[in-house]
């Protein structure tokens, strides 16, 4: 099958958009990811895939934790230079959760501990353990199509 079909298959399938962080060595990098998604909630579990290319595969293997940053409609800017977009390099602010590396603005930040892994074809499956989670107001980023989006409107459904 073809590459391009598989990936806008996939587009049609709306996402929020996340930065992984991590630190290693006192050092803080940060990935760009929208392959995301909650678990379990006894015990609470989130899953996050990463490419066997990023280097943010050897930093989570490293470190055995990361951060996952949910990204709202104002973080385009660095949604796109944690996925390498930007040709000019940035310095980023990081703030911190007990010690978890975070992104300030974020709609929620959730620290994790890696659980379990699991290899899959050309991606690693993270299994996260979370350890705190800190959340902030705002609307979310949105991935579509291979582009990003916000909320047209403001939903007053309720779960
Ligand atoms: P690098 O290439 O080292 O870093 C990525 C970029 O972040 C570089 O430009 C670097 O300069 C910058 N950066 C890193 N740390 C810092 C720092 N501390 N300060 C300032 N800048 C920094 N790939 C996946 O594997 N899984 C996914 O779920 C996924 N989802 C994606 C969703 C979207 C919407 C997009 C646009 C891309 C997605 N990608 C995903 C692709 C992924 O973001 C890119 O392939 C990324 O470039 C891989 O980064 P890397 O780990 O190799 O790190
Ligand atoms: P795109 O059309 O490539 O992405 C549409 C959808 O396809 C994504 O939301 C994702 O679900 C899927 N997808 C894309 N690349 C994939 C990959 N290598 N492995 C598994 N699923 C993948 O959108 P785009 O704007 O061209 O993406 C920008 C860059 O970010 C591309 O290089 C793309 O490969 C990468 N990306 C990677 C992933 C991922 O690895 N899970 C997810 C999104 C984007």
């Known amino acids: 099958m073809d590459d391009r079909l598989f990936r806008n298959a996939m587009g049609k399938f709306a996402t929020g958009v996340t930065v992984i962080t991590t630190n290693v060595n006192d050092t803080i990098h940060g990935m ?3 392959a995301f998604m909650s678990v379990s909630l006894n015990p609470k579990l ?4 990463i490419g066997e290319k990023a280097s943010m595969l050897e930093h989570i293997k490293q470190s055995g934790t990361f951060t996952v940053n949910i990204l709202s409609a104002q973080q385009q ?6 996925a390498g977009q930007l040709k000019e390099k940035r310095e980023v602010q990081f703030s ?3 010690g ?4 300030e603005g974020a709609l929620a930040q959730i620290s994790c501990e890696v659980a379990s892994t699991y290899v899959e074809g050309d991606h690693t499956l993270f299994i ?7 959340l902030e107001e705002g609307e979310p980023l949105l991935f579509f199509n291979g582009r990003y989006g916000s909320l047209a409107v403001e939903t ?3 779960a």
């Open 100 to 103: 978890a590396p975070t992104i």
């Open 77 to 82: 800017e660095l949604s796109m230079l944690f």
């Open 32 to 34: 760009t990811a929208n």
């Open 128 to 134: 996260g353990s979370v350890k705190d989670i800190q």
């Open 156 to 158: 007053t459904m309720q």
């Open 96 to 98: 911190d959760l007990q």
């Open 46 to 49: 989130v899953v996050i895939s």
